[in-house]
């Protein structure tokens, strides 16, 4: 029987979805190396079809897969990326919260100014304030957005609706939520929460450092760390040494994928992950051909290095630990290279 070598190659070519219009040229990329198709027109579909090339010649059947390029206003991040959508785990506020004074007949609900980390332009909102009419001795929950399709922050009206379903309005970002209660007379106040909901996760079984009650650092199953354990890690943006206190430990099954660096770093975790780059989070499908935070021993020195790759997996299990909303080093292999990761607190519901 003859054998068939590796891959070697991919050939790529498309034509626009539902038609029968004859294919694009083919183009051909070598493996390890990005596939970017130039030329396409932006709110169309496109039927897409690849094949791999052997060392042989020796080519494989073709595979589709239908895709559409987003409109040039529409918000670019995890938001048009169907791996990121699973669970809603798309993004999280920092630095924002909640408020609201109330009359028998109206509130007013007041947001501080917040980041939105959306794994893509992380846009800082200013603050801002809505009021609704209500009745007295009622109780209603609004849900909180911003319409902006371009995702860029800055300075925009306050939305406030009690039908859950307007949030999926194209190009609004959900804000939060917060229960108003009119009361019968006189005056009230309270709070509410913030929207997103990004928990990024190593894989269960990846190893992260530990500071041991004696001072030495110790390297850990990610699945055995409990509230108490104190991570090692670093500052997201100079890569000093810092260390975290975990608050929260938990299993979960998220979509993950395997993030590869060009030194031989290699990470799996959930898509919803945000790792540093020098130009701040990003979630792990977003920081191809980025720098992220590397260490090639325990006992090396920090430093960026570029992603050479990023694999797909499917759902793996991994341990959402929250550590005083830090970054702290995690090695998916056998602990001789280390990249930094974030996870984002808890939000609260």
Known sequence: MA??????????????SGTTDAWSDMQRFDVGTKIVLQGL??????????????????????????????????????????????GGQRSAWVGLAVSYSATPTSATINYTAGTLRDGANNPTYAASSVTVSGTAGSKVTYWLYYDDPRGLGGNFPLGATSVYEDLIATGRAW????TVTFPASGTGSGGGGTGGGGIGCPDENALVLVLDPTGDIVARRAGDIVPGDSLWGADEETLEPRVFAVS???????????????????????????????????????????SIGFRAAIAGDASWDTVGTIRTLGE?????????????WVSCDDGTTWILHHNLKQVEP
């Open 248 to 290: 929260h430990s938990d299993r979960k099954l998220q979509p993950g994928v395997q993030v590869d660096t060009q030194s031989g770093g290699r990470i799996r975790c959930s898509t919803s992950a945000p790792l540093p780059t020098p130009d701040g989070l990003r979630t792990a499908p977003l920081v191809a051909g980025k």
């Open 41 to 86: 027109d932006r709110s169309r579909s496109y039927d897409v079809q690849a094949r791999a090339v052997s060392k042989c010649g020796a080519k494989s059947a073709w595979g589709m897969q239908t895709v559409t390029v987003v409109d040039a206003n529409q918000r670019v991040g995890q938001g048009n990326i169907d791996l990121l959508t699973t």
């Open 175 to 178: 804000v939060g939520n917060v």
């Open 3 to 16: 054998s068939v070598s590796a891959a070697v190659a991919y050939e790529v070519r498309y034509r626009a």
């Open 316 to 328: 793996i299990w991994v341990q959402h630990i929250t550590a005083d909303n830090g970054c702290f």
